[in-house]
């Protein structure tokens, strides 16, 4: 059972830095794409980074601000110069066996999802 476990959440003031960390377990497929969404109060859910075998992508958004990495099977997003307009709740996810080319922003190409960690930014 594929499993995403996200942590490194939490409130900060403008200008602050924080770390979120997914754990994938439960597959063997090498290929994959995983990515960072976000979905504010009110807003829809939007691509915010994404990697791969073809490398990263940004939103226009967090380009400059924010760096997705990814250690093995786990997948981080660093987030500098937060912005209270980053206020959300941040999901990791897994496109197994694909490339992101493929699954661009489109969430309904994602297999799997986090529970979601919480990200407040305050002015």
């Known amino acids: 059972q594929v499993q995403l476990v996200e942590s490194g959440g939490g409130s900060v003031q403008a200008g602050g830095s924080l770390r979120l960390s997914c754990t994938a377990s439960?597959?063997?497929?090498?290929?994959?794409?995983m990515a960072w969404f976000r979905q504010a109060p009110g807003k829809e859910r939007e691509g915010v980074a994404r990697?791969?075998?073809?490398g990263t992508n940004y939103a226009d958004s967090v380009k400059g601000r924010f760096t997705i990495s990814q250690d093995k099977n786990t997948v981080f997003l660093q987030m500098n110069s937060l912005q209270p307009e980053d206020t959300a709740m941040y999901y990791c996810?897994?496109?197994?066996?694909?490339?992101?080319?493929?699954?661009?922003?489109?969430?309904?190409?994602?297999?799997?999802w986090g529970q979601g960690t919480q990200v407040t930014v305050s002015s």
């Open positions: 439960g597959y063997s497929y090498s290929r994959n794409c």
């Open positions: 990697i791969g075998g073809a």
């Open positions: 996810a897994a496109a197994l066996n694909s490339n992101c080319l493929w699954t661009m922003w489109l969430a309904d190409r994602y297999h799997y």
